[in-house]
T-cell receptor
Framework: GQNIDQPTEMTATEGAIVQINCTYQTSGFNGLFWYQQHAGEAPTFLSYNVLDGLEEKGRFSSFLSRSKGYSYLLLKELQMKDSASYLC??????????WGAGTKLIIKP | NAGVTQTPKFRILKIGQSMTLQCAQD?????MYWYRQDPGMGLKLIYY???????DKGEVPNGYNVSRSTTEDFPLRLELAAPSQTSVYFC????????????FGNGTRLTVT
């Protein structure tokens, strides 16, 4: 079967750095997305990785290792507004999106 | 561009009633999706479409139907609503390129009582 694992919940302090991990076992791989979802709102696109390595976008970076079936989202200089759920999604060999259950990130002052 | 537009935003249905959730996108995207999201849970795919006239079941299609007569519109029909269908419904679309991200509508919050 296809599976994506993310921690259910993480807590971090304002101004700090947090890394949210995502491991996947899918039938094939054609890319990985990270989305942010604030409570009561729709998911919004953060990043896309298809090749190994780090993609940086301002305070957010996303890393991919295809050989390990592993990705992480790195959030720097945390702000209270970063409190949200972070969803990992993989495109499989049939170009279907497989979603993780999401990681709820709680930021404390 | 409006992106992905969903209506209504909220709806309360009685058990056994039917309704259609509307979804329209103005980005000329081929791929469109309907997801449901229960509180504290991830997204579950109900139906999807790869283009006008083509629809396919996702992982939780029972109790729902869809149609895709145009590229822009992808309505979701609930027949004989049940309390188990209480959820937040998201419509999304994406382009055909491999790295094209999903664009989500704002969601429809449905309660069946």
């Amino acid at each position: 079967g296809q599976n994506i694992d993310q921690p259910t919940e993480m807590t971090a302090t304002e101004g700090a750095i947090v890394q949210i991990n995502c491991t996947y076992q899918t039938s094939g791989f054609n890319g990985l997305f990270w989305y942010q979802q604030h409570a009561g709102e729709a998911p919004t696109f953060l990043s896309y990785n298809v090749l190994d390595g780090l993609e940086e976008k301002g305070r957010f970076s996303s890393f991919l290792s295809r050989s390990k079936g592993y990705s992480y989202l790195l959030l720097k200089e945390l702000q209270m507004k970063d409190s949200a759920s972070y969803l990992c999604a993989v495109i499989d060999s049939n170009y279907q999106l497989i979603w993780g259950a999401g990681t709820k990130l709680i930021i404390k002052p | 561009n409006a992106g992905v537009t969903q209506t209504p935003k909220f709806r309360i249905l009685k058990i056994g009633q039917s309704m259609t959730l509307q979804c329209a996108q103005d980005m000329n995207h081929n791929y469109m999706y309907w997801y449901r999201q229960d509180p504290g849970m991830g997204l579950k795919l109900i139906y999807y479409s790869v283009g006008a006239g083509i629809t396919d079941k996702g992982e939780v299609p029972n109790g729902y139907n869809v149609s895709r007569s145009t590229t822009e519109d992808f309505p979701l029909r609930l027949e004989l609503a049940a309390p188990s269908q209480t959820s937040v419904y998201f419509c999304a679309s994406r382009g055909a390129e491999g790295g094209s991200p999903l664009h989500f509508g704002n969601g429809t919050r449905l309660t069946v009582t």
